[in-house]
């Protein structure tokens, strides 16, 4: 167990370092869950239909297709600019 310790140093985190980390991580899942909201609510206003109609009721697999296509740009975007 010692020999695993000492082998790799880097994945020890100390706690003072770690409040950080998971503060910034909040902050970011948060602003992520708010822009994919907007997102979200700009299709469903700009669609001149019922996307919950169209999905559900009429089973547009397409229209699903669609709007998680619009939700994985969203969030490569975001991982992008967390990124640097």
């Known amino acids: 167990m ?5 082998a790799m140093p880097a994945m020890i985190i100390k706690l003072e370092e770690l409040l950080p980390v998971v503060t910034t991580t909040v902050v970011f899942v948060a602003i992520g869950l708010i822009v994919f909201t907007i997102a979200f609510l700009l299709v469903v206003l700009i ?13 547009n697999i397409s229209l699903a297709v669609i709007i998680g296509s619009i939700i994985i740009g969203i969030a490569m975007i975001i991982s992008a600019a967390i990124h640097g």
């Not at 669609?47 to 089973?59: R, T």
Request: no cysteine; net charge negative.
């Open 2 to 6: 010692t020999d695993l310790l000492t």
């Open 47 to 59: 669609a001149p239909f019922s996307v919950k109609k169209e999905i559900e009721d009429d089973q």
